[in-house]
Nanobody
């Protein structure tokens, strides 16, 4: 059984920073990838950032490049999303997800490639 538990969301003002954490428990997958997705009200869920567990290759959606950083701690089995210069448009429920099989870098943003999901954490950015 694999569980993903997110934390770190909250209410902040535009320009502030937050760091989201996602702790992975249960079975490990050596060729896996982790992703952070978000879903705003009335919008489809989108991939914000993703990272391959072994090599650390990363991918970001254009709207967060230069502001968000995804990184992992293999010992703690935790993936982080450091979010700086937050904007009201970043308001959403953020989910972490784990893909148990190998994904090429170009496909890291595909929601269908991920097998396990966390419960989500709300991020609200006020103007």
């Amino acid at each position: 059984q694999v569980q993903l538990v997110e934390s770190g969301g909250g209410l902040v003002q535009a320009g502030d920073s937050l760091r989201l954490s996602c702790v992975v428990s249960g079975r490990t997958f050596s060729r896996s990838a982790m992703g952070w997705f978000r879903q705003a009200p009335g919008k489809e869920r989108e991939c914000v950032a993703a990272i391959t567990w072994s090599s650390g290759d990363t991918l970001y959606t254009d709207s967060v490049k230069g502001r968000f950083t995804i990184y992992r701690d293999n010992v703690k089995r935790t993936v982080y999303l450091q979010m700086n210069s937050l904007k009201p448009a970043d308001t959403a429920v953020y989910y972490c997800a784990l893909a148990s099989t190998y994904i090429t870098l170009g496909r890291l943003s595909l929601e269908s490639k991920y097998d396990y999901w966390g419960q989500g954490t709300q991020v609200t950015v006020s103007s």
